[in-house]
T-cell receptor, first 116, second 113 residues
């Protein structure tokens, strides 16, 4: 049962254009969402996050949108740069059924390629 | 501040062997989580240790185990290796709170022949 889904394994955009990476989730208990970026041979690095009480969070060229009713979040990168080419992981956090421990669940990732 | 370190970076083992991977978290971080990354499954959560105790566990067989030491360093052990265990094993550290950013190490690439 995949609770966090990134349905597009890859995305290709032109430099300067907008990149939109999508993520859907099924667990309504998720209350914190994060995006990580991963280059080959490196561990994922944190990019941006959003709490479930917000619907938008912006950090420079990166904006994350959360639509709780649709259980959908997206990452917008504007303008896209060749250095943004990487695998992007969506992650969601929730406390377990006992309410004492949280767990981070990752999607499978989307490979973004920004062409010069 | 030094980042998360993992050793070794690469390992080649044969089926049936066991392997131990090591992770040193960022200084001051008390939580260490382990993940398995494979091309088809993305990042899958193995377990989390906080203050030397396993706090969370994913859906992996008992062949996968771990521990955490008093200095927060963590080890992960896989016994009776199978071909399907070939993957990138990542550890991440946080201070231990739910909204903390996880800081990942570079990973250990395990190949099982």
């Amino acid at each position: 049962d995949q609770q966090v889904k990134q349905n597009s394994p890859s995305l290709s955009v032109q430099e300067g254009r907008i990149s939109i990476l999508n993520c859907d989730y099924t667990n309504s208990m998720f209350d914190y969402f994060l995006w990580y970026k991963k280059y080959p041979a490196e561990g994922p690095t944190f990019l941006i996050s959003i709490s479930s009480i917000k619907d938008k969070n912006e950090d420079g060229r990166f904006t994350v949108f959360l639509n709780k009713s649709a259980k959908h979040l997206s990452l917008h990168i504007v303008p896209s740069q060749p250095g943004d080419s990487a695998v992007y992981f969506c992650a969601a956090s929730a406390f377990d059924s006992g309410g004492s421990n949280y767990k981070l669940t990752f999607g499978k990732g989307t490979l973004l390629t920004v062409n010069p | 501040k030094a980042g998360v370190t993992q050793t070794p970076r690469y390992l080649i083992k044969t089926r049936g062997q066991q392997v131990t991977l090591s992770c040193s978290p960022i200084s001051g971080h008390r939580s260490v989580s382990w993940y398995q990354q494979t091309p088809g499954q993305g990042l899958q959560f193995l377990f989390e240790y906080f203050s030397e105790t396993q706090r969370n566990k994913g859906n992996f067989p008992g062949r996968f185990s771990g521990r955490q030491f008093s200095n927060s360093r963590s080890e992960m052990n896989v016994s009776t290796l199978e071909l399907g265990d070939s993957a990138l094993y990542l550890c991440a550290s946080t201070q231990g709170f739910s909204t903390d950013t996880q800081y990942f190490g570079p990973g250990t690439r395990l190949t099982v022949l």
